[in-house]
Protein backbone atom coordinates (compact mmCIF):
# COMPACT_ATOMS: atom_id res chain seq x y z
CA UNK A 1 0.00 0.00 0.00
CA UNK A 2 1.43 3.48 -0.87
CA UNK A 3 0.50 7.04 1.06
CA UNK A 4 0.63 10.33 -0.68
CA UNK A 5 0.88 13.32 1.20
CA UNK A 6 -0.49 17.09 0.30
CA UNK A 7 0.00 20.44 1.58
CA UNK A 8 -0.50 23.32 0.18
CA UNK A 9 2.11 25.04 3.02
CA UNK A 10 4.71 23.32 0.56
CA UNK A 11 3.59 25.13 -2.17
CA UNK A 12 5.57 28.60 -3.37
CA UNK A 13 4.86 30.68 -5.31
CA UNK A 14 7.01 33.64 -7.22
CA UNK A 15 5.61 36.70 -9.04
CA UNK A 16 8.22 38.64 -10.50
CA UNK A 17 8.79 41.87 -12.96
CA UNK A 18 11.99 43.45 -13.60
CA UNK A 19 11.22 46.98 -12.58
CA UNK A 20 9.20 46.22 -9.24
CA UNK A 21 10.99 43.25 -7.91
CA UNK A 22 9.49 39.75 -6.75
CA UNK A 23 6.80 38.68 -4.35
CA UNK A 24 7.76 35.18 -2.76
CA UNK A 25 4.34 33.63 -1.72
CA UNK A 26 4.81 30.99 0.97
CA UNK A 27 0.84 30.39 2.10
CA UNK A 28 0.63 33.91 4.47
CA UNK A 29 -2.43 35.69 3.16
CA UNK A 30 -2.91 33.00 0.00
CA UNK A 31 -5.75 31.22 -0.52
CA UNK A 32 -5.30 29.41 -3.72
CA UNK A 33 -3.94 29.14 -7.16
CA UNK A 34 -5.18 27.63 -9.72
CA UNK A 35 -3.62 27.26 -13.04
CA UNK A 36 -5.64 27.24 -16.08
CA UNK A 37 -4.21 26.23 -19.63
CA UNK A 38 -6.83 28.13 -22.39
CA UNK A 39 -5.67 26.59 -25.66
CA UNK A 40 -6.94 23.02 -26.77
CA UNK A 41 -3.58 21.33 -27.71
CA UNK A 42 -5.93 19.35 -30.58
CA UNK A 43 -8.50 19.38 -32.68
CA UNK A 44 -10.63 17.33 -34.87
CA UNK A 45 -11.95 17.82 -38.54
CA UNK A 46 -14.36 15.60 -39.51
CA UNK A 47 -14.88 15.01 -43.53
CA UNK A 48 -18.70 14.20 -44.97
CA UNK A 49 -17.13 10.52 -45.42
CA UNK A 50 -16.20 10.59 -41.85
CA UNK A 51 -12.09 10.77 -41.84
CA UNK A 52 -10.72 12.54 -39.23
CA UNK A 53 -8.15 15.15 -39.86
CA UNK A 54 -6.56 15.76 -36.40
CA UNK A 55 -4.47 19.00 -35.84
CA UNK A 56 -1.78 19.21 -33.26
CA UNK A 57 -2.05 23.31 -31.40
CA UNK A 58 1.36 24.10 -29.75
CA UNK A 59 -0.66 27.27 -27.96
CA UNK A 60 0.53 27.38 -24.02
CA UNK A 61 -1.20 29.92 -23.24
CA UNK A 62 -3.31 30.15 -19.85
CA UNK A 63 -3.94 31.73 -16.73
CA UNK A 64 -3.13 32.03 -12.89
CA UNK A 65 -6.34 32.54 -10.89
CA UNK A 66 -4.72 33.65 -6.95
CA UNK A 67 -7.17 34.17 -4.18
CA UNK A 68 -5.89 36.47 -1.35
CA UNK A 69 -7.21 37.63 1.50
CA UNK A 70 -8.55 41.38 1.10
CA UNK A 71 -5.71 42.79 3.89
CA UNK A 72 -2.75 40.33 2.82
CA UNK A 73 0.59 41.93 1.97
CA UNK A 74 0.58 39.51 -1.52
CA UNK A 75 -2.68 41.63 -2.68
CA UNK A 76 -1.24 44.76 -1.44
CA UNK A 77 2.22 43.84 -3.53
CA UNK A 78 -0.34 42.74 -6.51
CA UNK A 79 -2.26 46.27 -6.46
CA UNK A 80 1.44 48.05 -6.73
CA UNK A 81 2.42 46.33 -9.38
CA UNK A 82 -0.76 46.44 -11.40
CA UNK A 83 -0.72 50.32 -10.61
CA UNK A 84 2.63 50.52 -11.89
CA UNK A 85 2.05 48.72 -14.76
CA UNK A 86 -0.88 51.32 -15.43
CA UNK A 87 1.32 54.01 -16.23
CA UNK A 88 4.28 51.94 -17.46
CA UNK A 89 5.53 52.09 -21.37
CA UNK A 90 3.16 49.57 -22.77
CA UNK A 91 6.40 47.31 -23.77
CA UNK A 92 6.74 46.59 -19.76
CA UNK A 93 2.63 45.30 -19.42
CA UNK A 94 3.79 41.37 -19.98
CA UNK A 95 6.97 41.91 -18.43
CA UNK A 96 5.62 39.38 -15.25
CA UNK A 97 6.76 36.19 -14.68
CA UNK A 98 5.49 33.31 -12.19
CA UNK A 99 6.84 30.53 -10.71
CA UNK A 100 4.97 27.80 -8.79
CA UNK A 101 6.72 24.87 -6.85
CA UNK A 102 4.80 21.88 -5.59
CA UNK A 103 7.60 20.03 -3.98
CA UNK A 104 4.99 16.66 -2.54
CA UNK A 105 3.71 16.88 -6.11
CA UNK A 106 6.85 16.90 -7.91
CA UNK A 107 5.38 20.36 -9.67
CA UNK A 108 6.79 23.07 -11.53
CA UNK A 109 5.32 25.13 -13.12
CA UNK A 110 6.57 28.75 -15.09
CA UNK A 111 4.93 31.49 -16.88
CA UNK A 112 6.71 34.36 -19.25
CA UNK A 113 4.57 37.01 -20.58
CA UNK A 114 1.93 37.18 -17.61
CA UNK A 115 -0.38 40.36 -17.80
CA UNK A 116 -3.00 41.31 -15.61
CA UNK A 117 -6.63 40.65 -17.48
CA UNK A 118 -8.36 43.35 -14.85
CA UNK A 119 -8.57 44.59 -11.61
CA UNK A 120 -10.29 42.16 -9.07
CA UNK A 121 -13.82 42.39 -7.54
CA UNK A 122 -13.39 44.51 -4.61
CA UNK A 123 -15.93 42.40 -1.92
CA UNK A 124 -16.96 44.74 1.49
CA UNK A 125 -18.55 43.27 4.07
CA UNK A 126 -19.08 42.06 8.00
CA UNK A 127 -16.45 39.28 7.17
CA UNK A 128 -13.00 39.96 5.18
CA UNK A 129 -12.72 37.99 1.97
CA UNK A 130 -10.78 36.82 -0.77
CA UNK A 131 -9.94 38.45 -3.85
CA UNK A 132 -9.56 36.48 -6.76
CA UNK A 133 -6.52 37.70 -9.12
CA UNK A 134 -6.47 36.81 -12.76
CA UNK A 135 -3.23 36.71 -14.78
CA UNK A 136 -3.13 35.50 -18.34
CA UNK A 137 0.37 34.17 -19.31
CA UNK A 138 1.81 33.92 -22.64
CA UNK A 139 3.11 30.91 -22.30
CA UNK A 140 2.77 28.17 -19.21
CA UNK A 141 5.46 25.38 -19.06
CA UNK A 142 4.21 22.53 -16.34
CA UNK A 143 7.30 19.96 -16.11
CA UNK A 144 7.60 17.40 -13.38
CA UNK A 145 10.74 18.94 -11.04
Do not use: C
Not at 23 to 45: C, F, K, N, P
Not at 49 to 62: A, H, P, W, Y
Not at 91 to 107: F, H, K, L, N, Y
Request: proline share 3%.
Amino acid sequence: MSTTTYSFGDVSMVIAHPSVGQYVATGVGLGSITTTMTTDRSTHDVAADGSVMVSKIKGRNGSHTIAVQQTSDLNKWLLKLYNYLEQAPTAEWTGISITVRAPSMQDLIRSTGVSFQKLPDRPYQAQGQQISWVLMAADIDQTVA
